[in-house]
């Protein structure tokens, strides 16, 4: 459940071996602590603990609470017992009070081999953090602790007394271990052989561990004038030519921009025309549903300020007389905006800014040519606004870095199950669902990582009503659309009557079947199967739009339309006086002949836990 990263250097394995401790992986050290640089007191710290009920120490700027001040810390052992190290032996004898107070407080078990458990609550799952648990020895004898971090052992045979530099009453040690986040609790044992062990102090750290990206788009004015302009921007292109950088991109090509752009002050012109213009601007990113580009499933809004640069020196414009317009260039790197985030939604939701990002872009603008007017007089009515400018066509790129918060990230799914109806007709059917099975062989599960939220309680039903006129094509293909409701109920375990939870969605789609006589088939019975669905036709089969979610389901929030492909067959009567096409036939128009279907359905799409709701 923690992923760890190796990280012990040869010389610390044969010290510790020495000392009788053997660090088994990981980034994980064992260290003396003499003064309050010994400890890793920088970056963004989620707990600074001290046990021992002695106070409040500051130890190098950092208060540390005492443990029964921290709700989110839990200790769990036998005949626990919390008291200074004093009881036993010397004061730790470092030069800082602070650090002397930490170090003498001690939170342990004084039964031999008893284990001694922390809870650390709080921690984001995905998010690198590092651990540093602080001791002290007032004994001058040896100790043996092993150190389990979430079922990982992390350190062996520990003895204090040797990390300390064998003497008690001068300082004390320290254990560091460098991990990435599998949930929200962290979980540490301490299993003590021959002798008790105190635990003096606690620090957790989150550290930055921020993705690079880098993102290409192109696009054009939708409205200019002098000292404004609006650029739509289709992003998932490039690299281009002027950038250089390797860096995965954080959107694709289903997100569109909007970048509002605006000049601050006049613009300042060099000797050889180049036009600098102080500007600010917002680019406003919309995340599309790849299924219904209408629908938009995540919005970022970023601002800030930049500069534009211009070339209007009339001896470097691009001519284009057929059209009568000229181009002026705005070349990269020059051009670009400083962005900082003002909110992510939906899909962007994960995304946490580190620092601010940068929009670097080239293109051109295009001018009319005025007859009798000499092209660099030309170019300086455009930028006067004496002449309309025709507008503009550019490249971008936008690169920064980011932490992803997972527990803000859309996840995908497929939810698999099987249907049988319970009512068939022309005008449309009944269909109560088992939501129950595995992967299907004839669909091929698009999400990268499957996050299922359906449990075993859930079944469901879907109700369809014919929408359109049905049509059949020269292979005896027949496909009509319908729209309905589909609802999954999450019943109570222990109350199958109870409703813990429901899903409530629209369901739009199209049912293909087909009914070419050549390619029917028959039961046991002598009725006839037709197929529908995937072996039919590759498209999905219907889409589904949530309405509503209660209950167990309301914290899950729709991201784009849910899509539902199935594979089914339906039995219709044999009606041995008709030929076996003009049977199948029959059959749509006479709904006794519709014996029943049934299908294997597979839901997928994306989804957000909605925090508001946790």
């Known amino acids: 459940m923690w992923n760890r990263r190796t990280h012990t250097s040869m010389a610390l394995i044969m010290v510790l071996v020495l000392m009788g401790s053997l660090v088994q992986g990981s980034e994980t050290e064992i260290l003396p602590v003499n003064s309050p640089a010994d400890l890793d007191l920088s970056g963004d710290i989620m707990y600074a603990v001290n046990f021992g009920d002695n106070g409040n120490p500051t130890v190098g700027g950092t208060v540390f609470s005492q443990d029964e001040e921290c709700p989110g810390i839990t200790l769990e052992a036998v005949d626990l017992f919390e008291g200074p190290a004093t009881w036993w032996g010397p004061y730790p004898g470092t030069e800082d009070a ?27 799952s995905g998010r690198l953090y590092l651990l540093q648990l602080v001791f002290y020895e007032p004994e001058n004898h040896g100790r043996s602790v092993d150190f389990t971090v979430e079922n990982e052992k992390i350190v062996t045979g520990f003895d204090p007394l040797n990390a300390q530099g064998g003497v008690a009453g001068q300082g004390g040690s320290l254990i560091k271990y460098e991990f990435t986040a599998g949930d929200s609790i962290l979980n540490i044992l301490m299993v003590n052989y021959s002798h008790a062990c105190g635990l003096s102090g606690l620090i957790l750290t989150e550290i930055a561990n921020p993705v690079a990206f880098t993102d290409y788009g192109s696009g054009t004015t939708i409205e200019l004038a002098v000292g404004k ?48 213009l102080p500007i600010a601007g917002k680019l406003t990113l919309s995340a599309h549903d790849a299924i219904n580009k209408d629908v938009v499933i995540g919005t970022m809004v970023l601002s800030g300020t930049g500069i534009n640069v211009i070339d209007i020196n009339a001896s470097r414009l691009i001519m284009d007389e057929g059209s009568g317009m000229c181009l002026a260039p705005f070349p990269a790197p020059a051009p670009k905006l400083t962005l900082a985030m003002e909110e992510a939604t939906g899909v962007f939701a994960h995304v946490e800014q580190t620092a601010d990002w940068e929009l670097s872009f080239a293109g051109s603008y295009a001018a009319p040519l005025m007859e009798g007017v000499e092209l660099q007089d030309n170019i300086f009515a455009a930028l006067g606004g004496k002449v309309p400018i025709i507008g503009g066509i550019g490249t971008f790129a936008l690169s920064g870095e980011y932490v992803p918060d997972e527990t803000k990230r859309a996840q995908s799914f497929c939810q698999y ?198």
């Open 229 to 276: 302009g609006i650029w739509k921007i289709n992003w998932g292109q490039g690299p281009w030519t002027w950038s250089n950088s390797t860096d995965a991109p954080l959107l694709d090509a289903n997100v569109s921009g909007i970048l509002d752009l605006h000049t601050t002050a006049p613009a300042d012109i060099s000797d050889d025309l180049l036009a600098t």
């Open 98 to 124: 602070g650090l002397n107070l930490l170090l003498n407080g001690m939170a342990a078990t004084s039964i031999p081999s008893d284990e001694f458990k922390i809870d650390v609550q709080g921690l984001v």
């Open 417 to 614: 199950g099987t249907g049988v109806s319970e009512r068939l007709g022309a005008g449309g059917a009944l269909w109560n669902q088992a939501w129950t099975g595995g992967p299907r062989n004839w669909h091929e599960c698009p999400a990268s990582v499957n996050m299922p939220f359906l449990g075993e309680n859930v079944s469901g039903t879907l109700e369809t009503t014919t929408a359109g006129a049905p049509s059949i094509d020269e292979n005896m293909v027949l496909s009509f659309s319908f729209g309905g409701q589909m609802r999954l109920t999450d019943y109570n375990e222990v109350n199958p009557d109870q409703i813990d939870g429901q899903i409530i969605g629209d369901a739009e789609g199209m049912f293909v079947a087909d009914i070419n006589a050549e390619n029917a088939t028959f039961d046991a019975d002598g009725n006839i199967l037709i197929a529908f669905g995937a072996s039919v036709h590759d498209a999905r089969d219907c889409l589904i739009t949530v309405t509503e979610t209660t209950g167990t389901f309301s914290d899950i929030q729709q991201a784009g339309a849910w899509a539902w492909y199935v594979d089914g067959t339906m039995t219709i009567a044999r009606v041995e006086t008709l030929p076996l096409q003009q049977n199948i036939l029959a059959a749509l128009q006479q709904p006794e002949l519709l014996l029943g279907a049934q299908e294997e359905f597979v839901l997928t799409g994306l989804y957000l836990r909605n925090p508001s709701q946790e």
